[in-house]
C-alpha cells in the first residue's frame, strides 16, 4: 500500500481504548499529528460534543470506537448515532479518508445483533460518499480468555470445534496505520493472525498456560456469542494479510507479565 509522506492531522475515535491507543502512539511516532478522541477527551460521537472542534483540519480519521453493550438494540443504536454523527461532521470538515476498524465474517454471524449492528456500521459507511477503508480484523488474542468466561457453566468450557485465526492487538494497530497513511480504497482490507486453531483448542492453550483447571469441551452445536459457527465463520479469505505475532509467544509473555517475570510496555516506561 502506498503512503503518503506528509505531516497529517488524524483524528482516532475511540483512541484511549486497547487498539486506539496503540494506533496513537504508532501515527505520533511517525511524526504525525494525532488526536485521540473519546469522551473522556470531550469529544463524544453520540452527542456530537466536540466533533466539529477535534475534526477541523483533519484529513484521516479513524473510528475504533465500540458499543459499550452488545445487547442488540444499545449496539445498534451506538454505532447508527454514532456512525450519522461522526461521517456528517466529517462531511463538513472536508475529511478525505474515513478508517474503520471491523471484524472480519461480520457477514456470516448475523444471528448475533451486536454484529447487526456492525454491518449497520459498515453500510453507512459505504453509503456516505467520504473516500473510505474498512480493516476487518479476526478476534484478538486479549480476548481469549473472555471467550472462555462467556461460555463457562462450573467447571467446563463448552465451544465449537470451528476454526479461528486470533491476531495480537500490536498487529491490528500497525496494519491500521499502514491503512490510515495509504490511500483510500473504498473496500474492505482483512486481516488475520499468522495461525489456524479449532476455537476450543485455542481456550484450551490459554487455560492450560495459565494452570486453570476448567475443563474445554469440544461441540459442534456450542454457539459463540449466540451464532452457529462453520470452518468459515471467523477466518479471513485467502489474501488477507496476516500478523506475525504467534499465539505461543504472546500466550507464553502475557503469562510471564501476570506472574511479574516480564515487565509490562507501560511499567518499563515509567521505570
Known sequence: MRERQS???IVVIGGSGLIGGKLVDRLGQRGHDVIAASPASG???ITGEGLAEALAGAQV????ANSPSFEDEPALAFFETSGRNLLAAEAVAGVGHHVALSVVGTERLLESGYFRAKMAQERLIKAAGIPYTILRATQFFEFVGGIAQAVTDGQTVRLSPAFIQP???DDVAAALADVVLGVP?????????PERFSLDELVRQFLGARQDPRRVVADVHARYFGVALNDRSLVPDSGARLGTVRFADWLSRS?????????????ARAG
Open 7 to 9: 505531516v497529517m492531522k
Open 185 to 193: 480504497v473504498n473496500g474492505t482490507v482483512e486481516l488475520g493472525g
Open 43 to 45: 469529544v463524544d460521537t
Open 61 to 64: 480519521v479513524v473510528d475504533v
Open 167 to 169: 491476531v495480537m492487538s
Open 255 to 267: 503469562v510471564r507479565q501476570e506472574q511479574g517475570v516480564v515487565p509490562t510496555r507501560a511499567a
